[in-house]
């Protein structure tokens, strides 16, 4: 069995920042890519941001600049280091771990931690 467990989310004022973790253990034999997707209030769960087991990033147009995902792979977990929060980031996240070569493909969710951005 796999657990995935995400911290860090809160609310916070727009141009204030926030660092999610996630946390990955249990029988898992590798891990590749992993990565975080968000789901705002009526609207379809997006991705935000990924990383791969050799450290290449992808991220969202929305959070592209603002944002940054690392990993450590001894622990496998992964954070994300969101700055300059607007409103519009107001979600729910989601972390997403996977063992095949894309974040896209079957793989383990954690339960969300919600982040809320005031204006």
């Known amino acids: 069995q796999v657990q995935v467990v995400e911290s860090g989310g809160g609310l916070v004022q727009a141009g204030g920042s926030l660092r999610l973790s996630c946390a990955a253990s249990?029988?898992?034999?590798?891990?590749?890519?992993m990565g975080w997707y968000r789901q705002g209030p009526g609207k379809e769960r997006e991705l935000v941001a990924t990383?791969?087991?050799?450290?290449?990033?992808s991220y969202a147009d929305s959070v592209k600049g603002r944002s940054t995902i690392s990993r450590d792979n001894a622990k496998k977990m992964v954070l994300l280091q969101m700055n300059s929060l607007k409103p519009e980031d107001t979600a729910v996240y989601y972390c997403?771990?996977?063992?095949?070569?894309?974040?896209?493909?079957?793989?383990?969710w954690g339960q969300g931690t919600q982040v809320t951005v005031s204006s």
């Open positions: 990383i791969s087991s050799s450290g290449s990033t």
């Open positions: 997403k771990v996977v063992s095949g070569p894309t974040i896209r493909g079957p793989g383990y």
């Open positions: 249990g029988s898992i034999f590798s891990i590749n890519t």
